[in-house]
């Protein structure tokens, strides 16, 4: 079993919609990255979360700490959302990240 | 602009053959670190630096090696290409200040080995 599970692997979704894409994991972290990648592109980190909640734009990431989870929503959704989402954990006295295989997102007009 | 900067960006080799990837960051950044991203797999990590001068082995170490001569650059090398080799490659740095910190990644290397 992975450490990081992140579901759905797949989304497709028409411009509007809200999205949610889900992470779970399995270790004790001190923190968790959401990161964005467009296809043929570099990596860009969008959250670095160790508690509660954080929103950039329509963009909004959660944790819970507790259930070992967190989401990351898009309100709004547009044609240029249209990537892979990948959720990456950083557990306790470490310097480096486990990373999850990605949500491949597909936002229609 | 500040950021990660890699280079190049494509590479067909043969096997056998060995070639240098270079990773180089204008942030003052201490944490560099080489990924591989292979299809249904999440990035995995080759060989990372905590600071000038130093060198650490990550999750899939083999048939690599690398150097942090200096802060700003991070090189990544292959002796001797193998087709198992053939991934995309992505460079990162991470910075730690008053509690906050982050990661920059570059725009990738895409490697083939023939």
């Known amino acids: 079993k992975n450490e990081v599970e992140q579901s759905p692997q797949n989304l497709t979704a028409q411009e509007g919609e809200f999205i949610t894409i889900n992470c779970s994991y399995s270790?004790?972290?001190?923190?968790l990255h959401w990161l964005q990648q467009h296809p043929g592109g570099g990596i860009v980190s969008l959250f670095m979360?160790?508690?509660g909640k954080k929103k950039h734009g329509r963009l909004i990431a959660t944790i819970n700490i507790q259930e070992k989870h967190s989401s990351l929503h898009i309100t709004a959704s547009h044609p240029r959302d249209s990537a892979v989402y990948i959720c990456?954990?950083?557990?306790?006295?470490?310097?480096?990240?486990?990373f999850g295989t990605g949500t491949r997102l597909q936002v229609f007009p | 602009n500040a950021g990660v900067t890699q280079t190049p960006k494509f590479r067909v080799l043969k096997t056998g053959q060995s070639m240098t990837l270079l990773c180089a960051q204008d942030?003052?950044?201490?944490?560099m670190y080489w990924y591989r991203q292979d299809p249904g797999m999440g990035l995995r990590l080759i060989h990372y630096s905590v600071g000038e001068g130093t060198t650490a082995k990550g999750e899939v170490p083999d048939g690599y090696n690398v150097s942090r001569l200096k802060k700003q650059n991070f090189l990544l090398g292959l002796e001797s290409a193998a087709p198992s080799q053939t991934s995309v490659y992505f460079c990162?740095?991470?910075?730690?200040?008053?509690?906050?910190?982050?990661?920059?990644f570059g725009s990738g290397t895409r490697l083939t080995v023939v």
């Open positions: 990456a954990v950083e557990p306790y006295n470490t310097d480096k990240l486990i």
């Open positions: 979360l160790s508690s």
């Open positions: 942030m003052n950044h201490e944490y």
């Open positions: 990162a740095s991470s910075y730690s200040q008053d509690g906050d910190y982050g990661y920059t």
């Open positions: 270790v004790g972290i001190s923190a």
